[in-house]
């Protein structure tokens, strides 16, 4: 029998290594179901349930993911809220008027270019997300408290360097990311590892001087405009 060359017989030996170093099937199988679990725990107890008890019926889900956009961010057009919402200008829009009938929101237009929409939260919302976050960090507290610091950063790590993997590296660079939801992150794994921009990072310039006005200041900026 004609012996292998060391070519072939290393592309053999590489190939065995390769499938017995293979994941079987049924454990990643168990993986994805455990990460479903903990995306779907995550949204209906950390964010919809949390929500309803601190707000109750005064604020969608899609209306407490637009305060918490201007909370974290400077956006200034109803496309950046339509963008971050995933829906149509049109949609963005009416959400927008709805917080500002309601004191959640203050709008004004620029001057210069009235395309341009400056958002900023009112005393009413700013308490209503500083509640929200007051009862979800007790939450998770509660939840957390028996992993230790390593565990959770070693965990942080090992699910951003999974989600990196299965996003789309062949996207276009100039993409803007939305991964993260409302849950920003000044180090994102995924963002250096993937490439790309962050809605985020393109529009947190507002961090620590977020402009909050009372409903009487807003009464007052919308009276010249409506003269």
């Known amino acids: 029998m004609e012996a292998l060359s060391p070519k072939v017989g290393n592309t053999a030996v590489d190939e065995a290594k390769r499938m017995s170093r ?4 049924r454990l990643l199988n168990d993986f994805l179901g455990s990460a479903q679990v903990l995306a779907t725990a995550l949204n209906e107890v950390i964010l919809e349930k949390l929500l309803r008890e601190v707000a109750g019926e005064q604020l969608t889900l899609s209306q407490f993911k637009l305060l918490k956009l201007v909370a974290n961010t400077d956006a200034h057009s109803i496309s950046d809220v339509a963008a971050f919402l995933g829906v149509s200008n049109a949609a963005a829009s ?32 700013v308490r209503l997300l500083a509640a929200y976050d007051a009862a979800k960090n007790r939450k998770l507290a509660e939840v957390f408290r028996s992993f230790s610091r390593d565990e959770l950063r070693r965990t942080a790590d090992i699910l951003d360097q ?16 939305f991964q993260c ?21 393109l529009r947190r310039t507002r961090r620590n001087r977020q402009v909050v006005r009372s409903e009487d200041e807003a009464g007052a900026q919308a009276a010249p405009s409506a003269s």
């Open 22 to 25: 293979a994941i079987p099937t």
């Open 94 to 125: 009416k959400a927008v008027d709805k917080l500002v009938r309601r004191k959640m929101l203050v709008r004004t237009e620029r001057i210069l270019d009235r395309r341009t929409t400056e958002l900023a939260l009112t005393r009413r919302s």
């Open 162 to 177: 999974l989600s990196a993997g299965i996003i789309d590296h062949n996207a276009n660079p100039e993409e803007v990311c």
């Open 181 to 201: 939801g409302i849950y920003f992150r000044e180090n994102c794994l995924v963002r250096k590892l993937v490439g790309r921009r962050c809605f985020y990072t």
